[in-house]
């Protein structure tokens, strides 16, 4: 977003535009005068306000609030004054200003009540609630937000009691109590539920999901999360959206799933970055709006100096060509600007690109571990079939050592008893004691692999393959099998 002295330099150079283009309008000095608008009244001062809050500008939303404040105070309307402090409160708040906001709210509160406006009593109690929590003073935050919680559910408002329970849960979040602050967060989504508010339903399954992660509740975390992101993209909320993003992919690093975690990385960054040309546009556009007065003024100063302009030609020449530079400068500015913001993110995707191969590397890297030690295995196998004559024992040693990992041979298992969900069973109904290594073989012969196959899978020469079906065979002969074929053919009947 462009700082103040930016847009302020961008107002300027406006302004010396419109002058330069308004010195030859031949406009009546009278009629300049009837169509000068000037937001005179507090509500057009309010509304202003208003506006440059939405737009992010808390200094100008801090300056019209004010005058707006000192008008209706004049007027003696405790209603509107108590209003306008609240609103003061907030933007004080923004500015960091906190003792400002609570002097602010706490006026504001005793006007509201002097008054009976319960609902904006509440809103002062849970805005200070919020000064309260960042402060981390979590008792007067519960005693200012209890009090809140009171007064809404009296006047029946669930989405101002929406709001209070959910400062509530943040209250108890930083606090480090992560049960309460679930159970606080949950009654704001039953409250936002009854009234059909999408976005606080947003808000308070992010919060969840930030609660769950805290616990280390995957399953719960992940879920909230993408529930967040489906309600912000319901409401067509850029910052919604952005936010659930973030949630998401911050919910994917914690639990280390870094392919998830960087996809909704850049999802999260392409949105922030339409915001932040979105917020431009608007501030640009606000600033035009705003230049209609000051465009006005500067007429009837052109009709008061034309004649004094019209005898100063060279002066003119030397002031257009000033204003030619400024504009080439703005234009060199905003290249520069561009290139820079290129520049930042061919950075970001050379780091996202960076990590992508850091994880490559690390799975080749387990790979290439894996693999040695199966080659150490058969490398052993062929040393030891060189000094013992023994081949029975050495195979029977090489085969009852794990070739699989424990968990790759327990994930296998487990993906084959989908298949074969009887297999392992009728194994142990046969009463035949089968070793681990001949499960192994016959869950292959299972899946149609020939002896070379095996040995491959295994890790093991077509020899060791071939002993242990041998040492199979006879076991099951002894028990009136024919063959191994004829025993798998037993166990899939």
Not at 30 to 43: D, E, Q, Y
Not at 333 to 346: C, H
Request: hydrophobic letters at 40%; charged letters at 25%; aromatic letters at 10%.
């Amino acid at each position: 977003m462009l700082n103040m002295n930016k847009v302020k330099w961008f107002k300027n150079l406006c302004l010396i535009l419109l002058f330069a283009f308004s010195c030859n309008d031949k406009v009546d000095e009278s009629g300049a005068k009837n169509n000068l608008i000037v937001p005179n009244t507090s509500a057009d001062l309010r509304n202003l306000g208003d506006e440059q809050w939405h737009l992010g500008n808390y200094q100008e939303s801090l300056n019209y609030f004010t005058k707006a404040y000192k008008k209706v105070k004049a007027t003696g309307d405790e209603k509107e004054t108590a209003t306008l402090l609240n609103n003061l409160g907030l933007v004080h708040w923004r500015l960091e200003n906190n003792t400002a906001a609570m002097e602010c709210y706490t006026e504001s509160a005793a006007l509201a009540e002097k008054n009976g406006m319960k609902r904006l009593l509440g809103l002062t109690h849970t805005n200070r609630a919020l000064i309260l929590k960042e402060e981390r003073n979590f008792e007067e935050a519960f005693a200012q937000n209890n009090e809140a919680i009171r007064l809404f559910i009296e006047i029946e408002k669930p989405k101002d009691l929406a709001i209070a329970y959910n400062n509530q849960g943040q209250i108890y979040r930083y606090s480090g109590v992560y049960n309460e602050a679930l159970k606080f967060y949950l009654l704001s989504l039953e409250e936002c539920n009854k009234i059909d508010n999408t976005e606080g339903k947003a808000i308070a399954y992010q919060n969840l999901s930030a609660v769950y992660a805290k616990q280390g509740n995957k399953e719960k975390a992940l879920d909230a999360a993408r529930k967040c992101l489906k309600l912000s993209y319901k409401v067509k909320s850029k910052v919604r959206i952005s936010e659930g993003l973030n949630e998401l992919s911050h919910n994917y690093d914690l639990f280390r799933i870094p392919d998830s975690a960087l996809f909704y990385f850049k999802k999260h960054y392409e949105v922030e970055k339409s915001l932040m040309k979105a917020n431009q546009s608007k501030i640009l556009s606000q600033y035009q709006a705003n230049l209609g007065i000051e465009v006005k003024n500067l007429r009837i100063k052109n009709l008061q100096n034309e004649k004094k302009i019209a005898n100063n030609r060279f002066m003119i020449i030397a002031f257009c060509a000033l204003v030619a530079l400024l504009i080439s400068a703005f234009f060199i500015y905003r290249y520069l600007s561009i290139i820079k913001f290129r520049k930042k993110q061919l950075e970001l995707e050379l780091e996202n690109s960076k990590q992508i191969i850091q994880v490559k590397e690390d799975n080749l890297k387990t790979y290439i571990i894996d693999l040695t030690h199966k080659n150490n295995i058969i490398s052993k196998l062929q040393e030891t079939d060189k000094e013992n004559t023994d081949i029975d024992y050495d195979v029977t040693e090489l085969l009852e050592q794990k070739i699989f990992t424990d968990d790759g041979w327990d994930k296998f298992k487990k993906r084959f008893a989908e298949i074969y969900p009887y297999f392992f069973s009728r194994i142990k109904q046969s009463g035949i004691s089968v070793t681990e290594a001949e499960v192994r073989i016959l869950v292959l012969m299972t899946l149609k692999l020939n002896g070379n196959e095996m040995a491959n899978s295994l890790g093991i020469s077509p020899q060791s393959v071939r002993a242990c079906k041998m040492r199979l065979k006879k076991k099951l002969q002894i028990s009136n099998f024919d063959s191994v074929e004829s025993y798998l053919q037993y166990i899939h009947s």
